[in-house]
Every structure is written in structure tokens, then in C-alpha cells.
């Protein structure tokens, strides 16, 4: 647990360098950051995995408002996906939250890392070319989009990240949403759950508020520069620096996991 007396500079000039990376990948990817914060809250100021991913979850809001708002400026949201989505996700926030409070530290831990190397895998594997398309919406779609949000909620609510590093290829490839508009509309979708879940999450003294707006508000001022990469850069490109990204995170991770059972032994 972080402790409550005033922090030095390199504390809060560290959760500033956490924001600006997250806000700039959260533009860039259509992820609400949470997949960067958690690891970084855990490795960089040791703060323990359960408030790290309740205040990652409070981070991903301002991230993701400000992102999405750069999408939605161009044009790049499916609205009615978004609403679909959120709804599922909003619910299974709330089962995720619960989990988050029941489990013990080293399982959160250990699912985090695992979440994390399949995401990895995903960003290291090659894309299919860019799909320009636009959903047709039917009865099935309209069933199973909230379904899928709300095992993308169970995962945020969890793990404290917003899930859009799934729900983009899951549009892109399931329902051939085009690459932007997936990204945006990811974005719109898990704001509503990032809320809902927070609210449970203070409820249950797993945030940190200080440490989660100063994260918040700062990615969101950097998300632009990540929404103006997102159209620049091949996604190729980004992909395959996430990825390895990620994989040295869950790395550091896992040693620094089983050093400390080491020691506690």
C-alpha cells in the first residue's frame, strides 16, 4: 500500500511520465492507457497491484474522453456499436470490480501478466490490411455486441484498463468495422465502464485519488499527439513497438514477482 505522507518530485514528475506515455498510446491504439498504467504504478512506485489497477481504472476516464474526443472530431465513431458496447461493459465493470476486491495480490498479479503477453502477441501478429468498412447492423449483431462487452467489462473492471486493446480487433476482424473507427468507437465505449467502475472502486478504498487524476489529466492532454500519430504512422509499425513494449513490461513483472516470493520465504 502506497503510504499518505506528501510525495517528492521524482514521485509526482514519475506519474506525469506514466500519463504522457499512456495518453499518447491511448490515441494512438484507441486504448483507454490502462495496460501501460498498472505495471507502471506497480514497478516504478510499488504500489500494490489491487489500487494500482483502481486507480489505473480512474485514469483510463480522462484518457479516454479526451482521446475519443479526437476521433469524434474526425469522424472516426460507430455510435451505434459504442452504445451496444458500453452497455455490456458497464456490467461486467461491476462484476470485475467485486473480483478485484476478492482476489488475493499475487492472482491479480499473475492474471495481469498473463493478459498482458496475450496482448502482446496480438500487437507482434500481423494485422490484415486496413478494412474501410462500416457495420450493417442486424438482430444478431445487436445481441452479441453487448454480450462482448461485458466479458471486455469483466476484464476492466479487473485489471484496471479499458479493454480496447481487444475490442479493436475484435471490430476490425468479427464485424469489419473499419481500423479508425474501431479505435475511436473502442474508445467511446469504455468510458461509461471506466465511471461505473471507478465509483465501485472508491467504494472499496482501491484508488488512489491523487495519483490516479494526476495520471488522468495529464494523459489527456497528451492523447492528441497520440490521435495524430494514429493517422500518420503505418499501423504496422506502432504494433510491433507495443508489443515488445508490453512483453518487457510482463517480464519485469514476472521477476520482480518472484523475487519477492523469494525473499518472503
Do not use: C, H
Amino acid at each position: 500500500m502506497a503510504p499518505t505522507e506528501p510525495r517528492p518530485l521524482r514521485y509526482t514528475a514519475t506519474l506525469v511520465a506514466i500519463g504522457a506515455i499512456a495518453g499518447i498510446l491511448s490515441g494512438l491504439f484507441g486504448v483507454g492507457g490502462g495496460i501501460i498504467i498498472v505495471p507502471a504504478l506497480v514497478l516504478l512506485l510499488g504500489i500494490e497491484q489491487r489500487r494500482a489497477t483502481g486507480t489505473s481504472l480512474l485514469a483510463v476516464v480522462p484518457i479516454s474522453i479526451a482521446a475519443a474526443a479526437f476521433y469524434v472530431a474526425n469522424g472516426a465513431i460507430d455510435w451505434r456499436v459504442a452504445g451496444l458496447l458500453a452497455v455490456g461493459i458497464v456490467i461486467g465493470g461491476q462484476i470485475g470490480s467485486l473480483l478485484l476486491a476478492k482476489l488475493p495480490q499475487r492472482t491479480l498479479r499473475w492474471i495481469f501478466i498473463a493478459f498482458m503477453l496475450a496482448v502482446a502477441v496480438r500487437m507482434l501478429l500481423a494485422m490484415p490490411e486496413s478494412i474501410d468498412g462500416t457495420l450493417d447492423m442486424d438482430v444478431w449483431r445487436i445481441i452479441l455486441l453487448p454480450l462482448i462487452g461485458v466479458a471486455f467489462g469483466v476484464l476492466a473492471g479487473l485489471l484496471g484498463v479499458g479493454g480496447g486493446v481487444f475490442i479493436v480487433p475484435a471490430l476490425i476482424l468479427g464485424f469489419g468495422v473499419g481500423e479508425l473507427d474501431a479505435r475511436g468507437t473502442s474508445l467511446v465505449a469504455i468510458i461509461p465502464g471506466g465511471i461505473t467502475s471507478t465509483i465501485s472502486n472508491l467504494r472499496r478504498k482501491n484508488v488512489l485519488l491523487r495519483e490516479g487524476l494526476t495520471v488522468g489529466l495529464v494523459g489527456a492532454a497528451f492523447t492528441f499527439a497520440g490521435g495524430a500519430l494514429a493517422f500518420l504512422i503505418p499501423a504496422g509499425v506502432g504494433n510491433i513497438l507495443f508489443g515488445i513494449l508490453l512483453a518487457v513490461l510482463a517480464i519485469r513483472l514476472i521477476v520482480s514477482d518472484l523475487r519477492a516470493t523469494r525473499k518472503n520465504r
